[in-house]
């Protein structure tokens, strides 16, 4: 087993692409490449040559840089199983429960449904990493195009049993909007009221919000916590059913 070294990379608009080195063998690989210069620019950068390609969802903003990436390096392409059709140039198909080695470092793979109907996670557990393209945000989750809330909540409830300390790679800087939002359902969270100053600092400074903690997730994600009674309250519920709670906040976060 070997950990690995993560180098975030801001593309698009809110975009965040990742190179992810395997310490033991130097073998490189690259998270939802949305466009393929910069990341290329940044491995030459670093001195790190890309081996792989790891693609959480067929979305063009996470497999656009794919193609000329290969092409540049003669790289591998992994991704989801479940949607081997829609992923340019895949090699590699995994899913749930399947092992990926990065050279040492391993990663569990998990079939995370929802936001579309193939879409995976991995989890580098040896070095408490997880990347979960457009399934789990910071404070938030992928809206649901392909998907129901039924297996959304099932997905998250997948990565909401990690470890506290699991970094949470998510695809996109969304954290500052998603936070405006969870205070209009859970507004009496005082972990929530701390992450949202804190966040509101680091954005002010031009600075990343992500990585995330699992720990910090559970806390004061919305999405994470429709089995709280706080949570049914503040979408005019009961309690109960969490997915009745879940679909209750989705809808509301779609309009908000």
């Known amino acids: 087993m070997s950990q690995i070294d993560v180098e975030q990379i801001p593309v698009l608009k809110d975009n965040y692409v990742y190179l992810v080195r395997d310490r033991a063998t130097g073998k490189v690989g690259v998270v939802d490449p949305a466009v393929s210069d910069p990341v290329l ?9 890309i081996t792989h390609i790891l693609n959480t969802h067929h979305h063009g903003d996470h497999v656009g840089g794919n193609m000329a ?58 070095s408490d990493a997880l990347f979960c393209g457009d399934t789990l945000f910071a404070c938030g989750c992928g809206r ?7 297996q959304m909540w099932a997905s998250l409830g997948k990565l909401r049993r990690l470890p506290d300390l699991t970094r949470i790679y998510c695809a996109h800087e969304y954290t500052q909007s998603n936070i405006r939002f969870a205070l209009s359902v859970d507004g009496g969270n005082p972990a929530l009221q ?8 680091l954005r002010a400074e031009g600075k990343p919000t992500v990585p ?16 709280q009674p706080a949570l049914a309250r503040g979408v005019g519920l009961g309690g109960g059913d969490p997915i009745a709670v879940f679909a209750a906040v989705r809808k509301a976060k779609d309009v908000f």
């Open 144 to 150: 649901l195009f392909e998907g129901t809330p039924q």
């Open 41 to 49: 620019e940044r491995a030459k950068t670093l001195g790190w040559k």
């Open 194 to 201: 701390d992450r949202s100053r804190r966040v509101d600092a």
């Open 212 to 227: 995330s903690t699992m720990a910090e997730e559970r806390e004061t994600n919305p999405f994470l916590r429709a089995d």
């Open 69 to 126: 990436i290969k092409a540049a390096t003669g790289c591998t392409i992994v991704g989801p199983k479940a949607d081997r059709d829609r992923i340019p140039g895949i090699q590699i198909e995994v899913g749930d429960g399947d092992a990926f080695k990065l050279g040492d470092a391993a990663a569990e793979v998990f079939d995370v449904p929802g936001h579309t109907r193939g879409h995976i996670a991995y989890w580098f557990g040896e």
